[in-house]
């Protein structure tokens, strides 16, 4: 026998919000479709709100009141995170869209051992996401829809319990349609035990097909559900303020909680991203949009945090920001780190944390790293490549003496400087239309430091770089 699990969300939007806004004031979500509020929070029903009010008594009831629109989308996008998170615990998910999940749990038992142990992990996930919802258990899918969305909160493990436990409900509990409910109710049909103890054929004569079909399918074990969940392949995040924020430093802190959402996404996928995007949306403005890159691909939040704030402080807003966007578009296997057991205490930086924090500071193009060329002049001696970036070439078993600081281009000298060692001949570069002759010589300045010096073919003398 299949069990099945529904969980049933009746806040989720609202629960968003209160996490992303960090909200402690009396707020509720209103349905624009029927003006009427939808969701409340504990704060506001202090005032005595509650869900049905229209907007014109649950002001009146408290004014300070925060007023958020329904967004059906969002809720949904809401319950598809969730069931990411969740799909590391069970991988037959269906959602219900905008807020239920309903779970095979059954096939999950061989790998947990219990039901309980199931039930753990499966609490685990979701104590950390502040959300409110109800649950059932129970072998029929559709019935344990139904008396989850009653607020059931119990495991009923045969189809008997299950049965006792729809005729305790309502008809207004059992998911017919409000058409139907008043039909039944007109005939004095209140209670959902009533009504299953009518014969179903003569149900269907009075009332149609549709409302017997619907109280079969209470009690069927099988039955054509929606598509299962499949797991996204990118990471997408949207948030609404609930205040418009002026200051581009007060981002940082919704940004975070949608940094660790992302960290959460990438952990259980094992996978680290090079790229992040972030969109503010601004008001009567176009959006900014922010395309932060680590030199290696990261997926902690505490990571990608120090990266953002460095671009948040660059960032200067024409308008205040009314909603935030994340996007993670690449994602890569999250490769285990080698540690070498004599490497000895190092930096908590590593080369590549270092690269991105100095990119985020002096721009992507503003960091680079040098590899040899073949060429004997100094100027053309080397070319810029990406940092952290292997080159291939190979160095000669012997190679001359060199500066470690070569000058951007030679400064000229006054005098004769106090050679040490040299000449050493360097000519050359008619190839490219860039000749030189020069005798190069180890020197020292009349500061004291070692500095390599060169005499042109004019005589002319010039200090090209310096020894540390």
């Known amino acids: 026998m299949i069990l099945w699990l529904y969980l049933h969300f009746p806040a989720l939007l609202l629960d968003t919000l209160i996490r992303d806004n960090k909200v402690e004031a009396p707020l509720i979500v209103l349905s624009r479709t029927t003006g009427t509020v939808y969701q409340v929070n504990a704060q506001a029903r202090e005032y005595g709100i509650v869900t049905g009010n229209d907007l014109g008594t649950a002001s009146a009831l408290c004014h300070g009141l925060d007023v958020a629109d329904y967004d059906e989308q ?27 999940l309903l779970m095979k749990v059954t096939p999950m038992l061989k790998l947990y051992g219990s039901l309980d142990n199931y039930w753990q992990s499966l609490m685990s996930v979701l104590s950390g996401e502040q959300v409110q919802y109800h649950f059932a258990l129970s072998p029929y899918p559709e019935a344990a829809r139904w008396l989850s969305r009653a607020k059931a909160d119990c495991g009923y493990l045969t189809p008997e319990a299950t049965e006792q436990a729809l005729a305790a409900l309502s008809v207004r509990e059992l998911g017919f349609t409000d058409k139907h409910v008043v039909q039944l109710e007109r005939m004095g049909i209140r209670h959902a035990k009533q009504l299953l103890a009518l014969p179903v054929d003569s149900l269907g004569q009075r009332f149609g097909k549709p409302l017997t079909a619907h109280l079969r399918s209470l009690t069927q074990k099988s039955l054509a559900l929606p598509a299962s969940f499949t797991p996204p392949e990118h990471f997408y995040q949207s948030l609404e303020l609930l205040h418009e924020i002026a200051n581009s430093q007060t981002l940082c802190f919704p940004l975070q909680r949608m940094l660790k959402e992302m960290a959460k996404f990438l952990h259980v996928r094992e996978a680290v991203t090079p790229a992040i995007i972030i969109v503010l949306t601004q008001r009567d403005q176009e959006d900014k949009v922010l395309e932060i890159t680590a030199a290696a691909p990261e997926s902690a939040a505490s990571r990608w945090m120090p990266l953002l704030q460095l671009h948040l402080e660059k960032l200067k807003l024409d308008a205040p ?8 578009n690449t994602l890569l296997p999250r490769q285990s780190p080698t540690q070498d057991l004599f490497a000895g205490k190092r930096g908590q930086l590593t080369p590549g944390e270092l690269i991105s924090l100095m990119q985020a500071k002096a721009g992507k193009h503003g960091v680079y790293s040098l590899s040899l060329e073949n060429d004997h002049r100094p100027e053309h001696a080397f070319k810029r490549q990406l940092p952290l970036q292997k080159s291939a070439q190979v160095l000669p078993p012997f190679l001359p003496t060199r500066p470690a600081l070569l000058h951007v281009s030679p400064r000229p000298l006054l005098s004769r400087p106090d050679t040490l060692t040299g000449p050493e001949r360097v000519s050359g570069g008619w190839w490219d239309k860039s000749p030189i002759q020069r005798d190069y010589f180890v020197a020292r300045n009349k500061r004291g430091q070692l500095c390599w010096v060169f005499r042109t073919a004019q005589g002319e003398w010039f200090e090209h770089g310096l020894f540390c």
């Not at 969002?74 to 869209?97: C, G, T």
């Open 74 to 100: 969002a809720e949904s996008d809401r319950l598809r995170q969730l069931a990411s998170l969740l799909y590391q615990v069970n991988a037959d998910i269906v959602p219900y869209a905008p807020d239920g």
């Open 321 to 328: 920001v009314t909603h935030l966007r994340l996007e993670a």
